[in-house]
Nanobody, 127 residues
Framework: EVRLVESGGGSVQTGGSLRLSCTTS????????VGWYRQVPDSGCELVSD???????YYSESVKGRFTISQDATENTVYLQMNNLKPEDTAVYYC?????????????????????WGQGTQVTVSS
């Protein structure tokens, strides 16, 4: 069984930092990439960052210079270090494997979506 579990979310003030973790298990050798997404109510699912086995491949313009994606292959874990957080970063953050990251989706990990998705972790940034 493939599982992805996010952790590390919480509430911080503007300018604060959080580190999200995505722990994976089950058939992880089949993962071509793992992406971090975020969802704001009534908005589309936004790809924040993506990483392959060779390293990072993508950052959205809104997070460049503030967020860093990394991985620990031995621990089967992907991280998202988030610095200088802003209120507009408030969202539910998801990790997903083999999710066709270039594909538009209205909802992150909805029924019938491609790839393997975690349940999400809430990040709230207050001003």
């Amino acid at each position: 069984e493939v599982r992805l579990v996010e952790s590390g979310g919480g509430s911080v003030q503007t300018g604060g930092s959080l580190r999200l973790s995505c722990t994976t298990s089950g058939f992880t050798s089949h993962f071509s990439d793992v992406g971090w997404y975020r969802q704001v109510p009534d908005s589309g699912c936004e790809l924040v960052s993506d990483i392959s086995r060779d390293g990072p491949t993508y950052y959205s313009e809104s997070v460049k210079g503030r967020f860093t994606i990394s991985q620990d292959a031995t621990e089967n874990t992907v991280y998202l270090q988030m610095n200088n957080l802003k209120p507009e970063d408030t969202a539910v953050y998801y990790c997903a494997a083999n999710s066709l990251s270039g594909r538009y989706r209205r909802r992150c990990g909805g029924p019938g979506d491609f790839g393997y998705w975690g349940q999400g972790t809430q990040v709230t940034v207050s001003s």
